[in-house]
């Protein structure tokens, strides 16, 4: 257990190669280990293999059509959930955080404000 708090694990879900690729790169210079996926099938498949501290999405919708979606990806260590969206819909984010996501972040995101709130979610982790 030790080196996932010395280097904690994260998970950046999106579909889109070039996003993907700059997440993964922005995080991995964080300290963090990344994986990456390109669906949301890959996703719940892989938190059900592995802890992740923090699960970084582009996938949305299952979130919003199934109340149940955000507890089995976050499992029974409680990982926070971190959805980036093109939708401006107050009602949809409202809905993400009703069913448990953490943050919801619009697209395009500003690097430096992801990081921050990434490093904000981990040193809570860490410190408890």
């Known amino acids: 257990m030790k080196e996932s708090i010395d280097r904690p694990s994260i998970i950046v879900a999106c579909a889109e190669e070039p996003l993907g690729r700059v997440l993964a790169h922005a995080l991995r ?3 963090c280990g990344v994986e990456r996926v390109t669906s ?3 996703l719940l498949l892989r938190t059900r293999q ?7 999405t582009c996938f949305y919708a299952p979130l919003l059509s199934d109340y149940r979606m955000a507890r089995l990806l976050r499992g029974s260590e409680g990982t926070a959930i971190f959805v980036l969206t093109t939708s401006r819909s107050a009602n949809e984010v ?3 955080l ?8 619009s697209l395009p995101v500003s690097i430096t404000r992801l990081r921050s709130k990434i490093e904000h ?5 860490i410190t408890l």
């Open 94 to 96: 409202v809905v993400l």
């Open 98 to 105: 009703e069913r448990g996501v953490e943050q919801v972040l």
């Open 50 to 56: 592995h802890h992740y501290a923090l699960i970084l």
């Open 29 to 31: 210079s964080m300290g």
């Open 121 to 125: 979610r981990i040193s809570k982790t």
């Open 40 to 42: 949301h099938k890959a």
